[in-house]
């Protein structure tokens, strides 16, 4: 049984979103929990993939990686596969690291900050890097998992 956790005080993602996270984890059960990262759901520009980020283990992102069906030009999806590390199941921007090195704090049931190392864009700042601080808002979250 699905269940989303989401409040009444926030309000539920766009109709594309939430159906495209419905199919990713009716076809992939053992996932926990699917948190938007980097955006609000509710102010995405439609040009720019979205980013999503699920909770599971790696057998399930090795299933997500050749369920090609799944794989939607419009969204990147990213597994965290023990608590921690996570890796990019699909999408243009490759990623791999640790939540713990992304400072990820749950401040709330439906949102979370971290931080997410970027090139400096500044004038005189070639080659820096910089850390932005990222919000992240909980999408659907399992039964249980609450």
Known sequence: MFASTLSAARPAPPPDVAAFVYRIVASCLDISAVWS?????????????????????????????????????????HVVIDGDLFETAWGTQKLSGSLARWAWCQTSAHEAYYNEARWAQGIGEAGAVVRVRRKAFLLWQSVGNE
């Open 37 to 77: 990262i980097g955006h609000d759901p509710q102010a995405c520009d439609a040009l720019e993939p979205r980013r999503l980020l699920a909770f599971a283990d790696h057998a399930t992102l090795q299933r997500l990686r050749r369920c090609e069906p799944l794989h939607h030009d419009g969204f990147e999806l």
